[in-house]
């Protein structure tokens, strides 16, 4: 599922004599515009690739406005804001970010002098990307930089300093493939004696805070259920009235998918009333909702997600946004394109590092064009699945995080989860001093992504301690899993979490320095978290206890769809991206501070975790974020503003 060949430059060529400067705007002095950040420790060179090889090449022209960004999101989801709620339209959006006519004409420019025809340069429809038609060589000389065929792409390039205002990123340069990886790899645990209900598990009344703690709930700490998450999380009944203004997606990325039997299997057991109900179904790319292959790695994500997803919110229709095909897969940017057809181009705008390029010309793959703005984006979308800030350029993920801030922008709220490894990444895996990843022994903390970004709401995981009742606190997730969170290598902090972030680092100093974690003020993670541990799920046929972040976070945006509804019903609008709001001191009592538990991570070795990771405590802190929400009283915050 992976592309075959990507390829290495070794770096600039010594630039001596620099290209015809014809053009008074363009002058032969190449700046280093893109470094990979990251050289793995595992890659080996191949070979030069020939030299007429053709390689159409993709540059990225600077969006304009993209540095009021924030602020402009902002103004729309500040609770303090007069312009609170006020989200764009689509065509807002595109003509805001649009690129610049100057910035085409100066690449035009650069390429024409560089002696491209102009038969061999195109531009996208939405002015977004131009296309040259190169071979090897010619890119070579182009951007002074050296490819080479190997199994990483190369280090660094450069383009004329006159030039690199307009220009965002090329392609294929220093991006190298990888694909969105479960949060909840291997978090599975047999749990064959759970075929038999426990009464009392089914919808609960916000009457829940003045009631003895109802029978069925007292196996909430070994069993989470949808009937423990509304008893826990203090959740009304949902009787929804605006179904059809509302909406709700998942993300799922193929061959990972879900099987209709399983739904039923949880539904007859914990939410009779949803029995027969599935997901709107959106293909993405040629996806199918695949069920050739079974077992808890292809269902076990998509089972757990949909499964409470849907009994939480039903009869709200969820939307499943099942992305990629069974050949090629998808990243990040597929589902985006799916959703805002501003993001795609007419030939790919997509990192072939990162993303699933569509038509696939592998065999058997999906030979048809990418999905480009195909569906409305649904006004909540949970994500649990995430990569390492390192697998990905900065420029790559800033490009895809400012897509997630015009989501905003127009009222969608983006959930990612925070990741299943507290501060180290996949397996455990840290950093070593030069920031590598090393896959033992590394003691700087390992970032995730898109979690980082500002612009989304990351979903970090807690537990009910073992023995305790739905009215007892919770702690941060220590069971199989620890809660991701840490401070970003890319993203600087955003205003909304300044004062949250700097009272956590002032009254709890971490026992930590820059060589463990970035600590010049960069974007600090995660926002927000909900219980992650002992979900029974039905999953390839039998009912299993799933863990992790990953499903903390369709709970979350379950409970965002129900605010929505309760806002839509009352002739408002949906409440978008929610981080500046719920960081406020007036929504302080919407969310159970949680302040116990940490989240350890680096593994010094086969088991060893050498770190104790950032502790939980007062306030908001990177394990468990602001803590978990009181839906109920979420719901009368956020129905409080206009
Ligand atoms: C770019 O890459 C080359 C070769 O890998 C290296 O010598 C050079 O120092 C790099 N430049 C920067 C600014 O990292
Ligand atoms: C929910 O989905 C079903 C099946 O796709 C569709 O028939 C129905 O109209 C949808 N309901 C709303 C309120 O959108
Ligand atoms: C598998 O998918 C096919 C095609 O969608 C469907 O006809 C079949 O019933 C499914 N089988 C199972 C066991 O879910
Ligand atoms: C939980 O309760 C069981 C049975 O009462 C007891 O054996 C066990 O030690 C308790 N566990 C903890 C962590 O308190
Ligand atoms: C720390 O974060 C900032 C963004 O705030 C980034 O520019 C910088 O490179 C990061 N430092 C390290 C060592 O990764
Ligand atoms: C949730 O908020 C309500 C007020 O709406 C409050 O009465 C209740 O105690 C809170 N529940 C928890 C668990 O904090």
Same mark, same amino acid.
């Given at each position: 599922m992976f592309f075959p060949l990507v390829f290495l430059a070794l770096g600039p060529i010594a630039f001596e004599n620099g290209v015809a400067a014809s053009s008074s705007i363009i002058h032969s002095d190449h700046v280093v515009h893109e470094i990979r950040a990251l050289e793995p420790f595992d890659w080996s060179i191949s070979h030069q690739p020939r030299a007429h090889k053709r390689l159409p090449l993709r540059i990225g022209l600077s969006q304009r406005n993209v540095e009021n960004l924030e602020s402009m999101l902002m103004a729309v989801s500040h609770p303090d804001s007069p312009n609170y709620g006020k989200h764009w339209t689509p065509q807002q959006v595109m003509d805001t970010f649009a690129p610049s006519e100057e910035s085409a004409q100066n690449v035009i420019a650069w390429l024409k002098d560089a002696g491209f025809s102009p038969e061999k340069i195109r531009i996208s429809a939405n002015k977004g990307w131009i296309q040259v038609d190169t071979t090897v060589a010619e890119a070579e000389d182009l951007l002074k930089t050296e490819y080479h065929v190997y199994t990483h792409p190369c280090h660094n390039y450069s383009v004329p300093a006159a030039i690199q205002e307009h220009v965002e990123l090329i392609r294929p340069t220093v991006h190298f493939t990888h694909r969105p990886s479960l949060k909840s790899e291997a978090k599975f645990k047999r749990? =064959? #004696? /759970? =075929?038999k209900p426990s009464p009392g598990t089914g919808p609960i009344t916000s009457s829940i805070d003045t /009631?003895?703690?109802?029978? =069925? /709930? #007292?196996e909430c700490a070994q069993m989470m259920t949808p009937g423990c998450l509304r008893a826990l999380y203090n959740v009304p009944q949902f009787n929804p009235l605006a179904m059809d203004k509302n909406s709700y997606g998942i993300v799922e990325f193929t061959p990972q998918a879900f099987l209709a039997d399983d739904l039923d299997l949880f539904f007859s057991t914990f939410s009779p009333n949803v029995v027969g109900a599935r997901p709107q179904i959106v293909l993405v790319d040629g996806a199918v909702v695949q069920n050739t292959s079974q077992g808890s790695d292809f269902n076990g994500e998509s089972d757990l997600d949909l499964e409470y997803a849907m009994a939480l919110t039903y009869p709200q229709n969820v939307t499943l946004l099942?992305? =990629?095909? /069974?050949?090629?897969g998808a990243g990040f940017d597929n589902w985006l394109d799916a959703v805002d057809g501003s993001f795609c181009t007419f030939d790919g705008g997509d990192d072939p590092f990162q993303d699933g390029i569509y038509p696939d010309t592998l065999p058997g793959g999906f030979d048809g064009p990418e999905s480009c703005g195909i569906v409305a984006p649904p006004l909540v979308v949970s994500v649990s699945y995430g990569e390492q800030e390192w697998q990905i350029t900065s420029s790559s993920a800033t490009r895809q995080c400012n897509e997630y801030g015009k989501l905003g922008l127009m009222g969608t709220t983006i959930l990612y989860s925070s990741g299943d490894n507290g501060v180290a990444g996949l397996g455990g895996q840290c950093l070593d001093s030069s920031a590598r990843p090393v896959s033992s022994g590394g003691t700087r903390f390992n970032p995730q992504f898109p979690a980082s970004c500002p612009f989304v709401t990351s979903v970090g995981a807690t537990q009910m301690n073992p023995n305790s009742t739905i009215v007892d606190p919770e702690a941060a997730c220590e069971t199989h899993i620890f809660s991701g969170g840490g401070f970003s290598d890319i993203f600087s902090m955003p205003d909304y979490q300044k004062s949250a972030v700097s009272s956590y680092l002032t009254n709890d100093p971490p026992p930590y320095t820059s060589s463990q974690f970035n600590t010049s003020g960069s974007r600090a993670y995660p926002d927000l978290s909900a219980n992650g541990a002992n979900y029974v799920a039905g999953v390839n046929g039998q009912l299993m206890l799933e863990f992790g972040t990953s499903a903390a976070t369709p709970v979350v945006g379950s409970f965002i769809t129900m605010i929505n509804d309760a806002r839509l019903a009352a002739g408002k609008g949906p409440v978008g991206f929610i981080n500046p709001a719920i960081y406020s001191d007036a929504f302080k009592d919407g969310f159970n501070d949680i302040t116990e538990g940490s989240n350890p991570g680096c593994m010094l070795s086969l088991y060893l975790i050498d770190t104790v990771g950032f502790i939980a405590t007062d306030g908001w802190d990177p394990v468990t974020g602001v803590g978990t929400p009181n839906v109920s009283k979420l719901i009368s915050l956020f129905l409080a503003l206009p």
């Open positions: 749990a =064959g #004696i /759970l =075929g /009631l003895p703690v109802p029978p =069925g /709930l #007292i099942q992305t =990629g095909d /069974l050949v090629e």
